[in-house]
């Protein structure tokens, strides 16, 4: 079963910092992975879908690396923003069966302060 | 206005009883899929339902039913044998059921309180 870790589990920092956020996964046969961002008591919002066969997308100041072979992908942030702030989620997608399962990982909260 | 909306945003329930959790969209989704998220856990896969009139167990589908009568609707009924309802229940919908091709939009979630 694939198991889906994000470090770390909660980053403050202030506004204008440049983020990383890691997340790795334990079984490497993924069809595709996303970022998603969740606000507290909200549903979730797809932020980028990068592909197995991709290495990476960019939407705006957000850029999503893949590396499928090691079970890892990084959302970077740039110039952060206090909009910023939100729960980040790395989903990858199993291409096992015809369902093609999601797993979720407990997520990184973000706190951007002014 | 494209979307999926859940209703009620909140729900409190007593012990014992059903309740039903809505769930509409008109994106035109084949695929409909119900969630489960408690706090500090990542979301659970209760129920799938690829066309209509047909779905499929997720992980934890006991204590839950489902119908898919409309495309655009699938209803979650919390049943007075689930022994620990009380968590925030999120629908999704995708194009069809290869998620690993489609991204999955979410609606805004219902918080479910058992009293």
């Known amino acids: 079963k694939q198991e889906v870790t994000q470090i770390p589990a909660a980053l403050s920092v202030p506004e204008g910092e440049n983020l990383v956020l890691n997340c790795s996964f334990t079984?490497?046969?993924?069809?595709?992975l996303q970022w998603f961002r969740q606000d507290p008591g909200k549903g979730l919002t797809s932020l980028l879908l990068i592909q197995s066969s991709q290495r990476e997308q960019t939407s705006g100041r957000l850029n999503a690396s893949l590396d499928k072979s090691s079970g890892r992908s990084t959302l970077y942030i740039a110039a952060s923003q206090p909009g910023d702030s939100a729960t980040y989620l790395c989903v990858p997608a199993d291409r096992g069966s015809t369902l093609g399962r999601l797993y979720f990982g407990r997520g990184t909260q973000l706190t951007v302060w002014p | 206005d494209g979307g999926i909306t859940q209703s009620p945003k909140h729900l409190f329930r007593k012990e014992g009883q059903n309740v039903t959790l809505s769930c509409e969209q008109n994106?035109?989704?084949?695929?409909m899929y119900w969630y489960r998220q408690d706090p500090g856990q990542g979301l659970r896969l209760i129920y799938y339902s690829q066309i209509v009139n047909d779905f499929q167990k997720g992980d934890i589908a006991e204590g839950y039913s489902v119908s898919r009568e409309k495309k655009e609707s699938f209803p979650l009924t919390v049943t007075s044998a689930q022994k620990n309802p009380t968590a925030f229940y999120l629908c999704a919908s995708s194009r069809g059921l290869a998620q690993y091709t489609d991204t999955q939009y979410f609606g805004p979630g219902t918080r479910l309180t058992v009293l």
């Open positions: 994106l035109n989704h084949d695929a």
């Open positions: 079984d490497s046969a993924i069809y595709n």
